[in-house]
């Protein structure tokens, strides 16, 4: 994180000073200027304060990508469609692709979100699939349940697939972020 690094020389601080004034530990600020890890929630929210800039600015101009790594993402996060024909392929082609391409960081966090978002669907859909015969059943509804069930859930999915490749086509990836943030 070169922004905090040269924010703090800039202030003269070292990095124990500033840890001290955000409130932070020195590992975590250590972690931060080394590019190890990307601030996150309480601790984006401290930086961003003291900096003088909103955290989504601040992440925006730390996880810069180039258009060949903004179009490999879109990529890897538009091979969750496989769901459509096989099942689990919303996990197994981006886990794949995102095995032959760990080469950013900021990368690397975006594919973890938009990974587990699929795992979290699928589970979801399993989890409905398998209540909808019995709630079928006890509401006595002529229309089946399960197809419904299937026809919204994909409908979602699909929708958010598209969803997160606008915001990852315009870079905005603290959006992405902070949506996951928020499940």
Not at 8 to 31: P, V
Not at 57 to 83: C, D, G, H, Y
Not at 153 to 180: H, M, P, Q, V
Request: net charge positive.
């Amino acid at each position: 994180m070169n922004r905090i690094k040269e924010f703090r020389n800039e202030k003269g601080w070292t990095q124990s000073e500033l840890a001290d004034k955000a409130g932070l530990s020195l590992r975590t600020i250590q972690r931060i200027e080394s590019g190890e890890s990307i601030p996150q929630g309480h601790t984006l929210q401290v930086l961003s304060n003291l900096i003088g800039v909103k955290p989504s600015e601040f992440i925006n101009n730390e996880t810069e990508l180039s258009p060949e790594q903004i179009e490999r993402l879109k990529l890897i996060n538009l091979s969750a469609l496989a769901v459509i024909v096989i099942p689990f392929g919303n996990i197994i082609f981006p886990s794949i692709l995102w095995n032959r391409n760990r080469e950013n960081r900021a990368i690397n966090q975006t594919v973890k979100y938009i990974i587990n978002f699929q795992i979290i669907w699928s589970l979801i859909l399993s989890l409905l699939l398998i209540l909808s015969p019995f709630i079928q059943d006890l509401f006595q509804l002529a229309f089946s349940l399960i197809i419904v069930v299937l026809i919204l859930s994909y409908s979602f999915n699909i929708w958010i697939i598209f969803k997160f490749s606008r915001w990852i086509a315009k870079g905005d990836l603290f959006r992405l972020r902070l949506t996951f943030q928020l499940l």
